[in-house]
């Protein structure tokens, strides 16, 4: 089985401090914008997901999603979220603890790769 979203133990840690503060979460890619390409991170149902979004998997136990159009761009590599000292995005809940969440991505090699293309990524489907 091949990830397409994992987390580093820092990240783990927050997201587990996080869950205990604000109950199950949501993790979506952001794109850009306000608050760059930064992994946002909302209280479940908080954020709606939409038929535009895929959801690549889960870190920590909550799910993380992206844009269909943004995946389309990014399906070649791994995401690697991360829990860094700095300030998270002005919406998303780590923002308060002095860390922040962080994408960091590297390549899929060709056995990879073949494993991810008989296994496509979840669209969400409302």
């Known amino acids: 089985m091949v990830e397409r979203v994992t987390a580093t133990p820092a990240a783990l840690a927050l997201i587990e401090q996080l869950a205990r503060e604000h109950g199950p979460l949501l993790f979506h890619q952001s794109g850009g914008c306000c608050d760059g390409s930064a992994p946002m991170c909302f209280p479940a149902g908080e954020f709606m997901v939409g038929n535009a979004d895929v959801q690549l998997g889960e870190i920590g ?5 992206m844009t269909g159009a943004q995946f389309e761009y990014w399906q070649h590599t791994q995401l690697i979220i991360d829990a860094v000292p700095g300030n998270g995005g002005m919406f998303s809940l780590e923002r308060p603890t002095g860390l922040r969440f962080l994408t960091r991505s ?3 090699d060709d056995e990879e790769s073949a494993w991810l293309a008989a296994h496509p990524a ?4 409302l």
């Open 106 to 108: 590297r390549l899929y």
């Open 61 to 65: 136990g909550m799910p993380f999603y």
């Open 122 to 125: 979840t669209r969400v489907n």
